[in-house]
């Protein structure tokens, strides 16, 4: 849960004075949407998203508090739609939200390998939290 809570401190602190889409991509049982209370509010994830069932738009919710707010793009609930994710549609979610964001945070270690592969031209730069394990730094 470390990398979430430091994914969703990110995502607050460049939000105020930049646009911001934290992507939840961790399949943990305590995820962003449940560090952020809106659980009950996931109607479309970001499975839905790369499947075409929604839009950007219709997928994030908007968190909005006192000095920040960011675009989210939960997590599935069912953990099974994990399976379903791929780079091609890493790639999808960097295409679409291309230009509406100065920063697209994700939060998640098992798409990692798909991050550092992802196309150049769409990403300028990419900070990646791994497993925090010494042998991680070395």
């Known amino acids: 849960q470390g990398k979430t809570v ?18 939840d991509l961790s399949n ?9 209370n ?3 509010m ?8 790369i499947k075409d069932t929604c839009s950007l738009e219709q997928a994030v919710i908007n968190i909005e ?17 994990y399976r379903q994710l791929d780079l091609g549609h890493l790639k ?8 509406i964001y100065d920063y697209i945070v994700i939060d998640g270690t098992t798409v990692a390998d798909d991050i550092k592969t992802a196309s150049y031209e769409i990403i300028d730069l990419v900070v990646m939290l ?7 730094i070395k």
């Open 6 to 23: 430091f994914s969703l401190i990110a995502a607050k602190e460049l939000s105020k004075d930049k646009k911001v889409l934290l992507v």
């Open 28 to 36: 943990s049982e305590k995820d962003s949407s449940y560090y952020l």
């Open 38 to 40: 809106v659980k009950d």
């Open 42 to 49: 996931v109607i479309y994830d970001v499975v839905d998203l």
């Open 65 to 81: 508090k006192e000095g920040f707010n960011f675009d989210f793009l939960p997590a599935p609930r069912m953990k099974n739609k």
């Open 92 to 99: 999808k979610i960097f295409m679409e939200s291309n230009g």
């Open 130 to 136: 791994t497993y925090n394990k010494i042998e991680n």
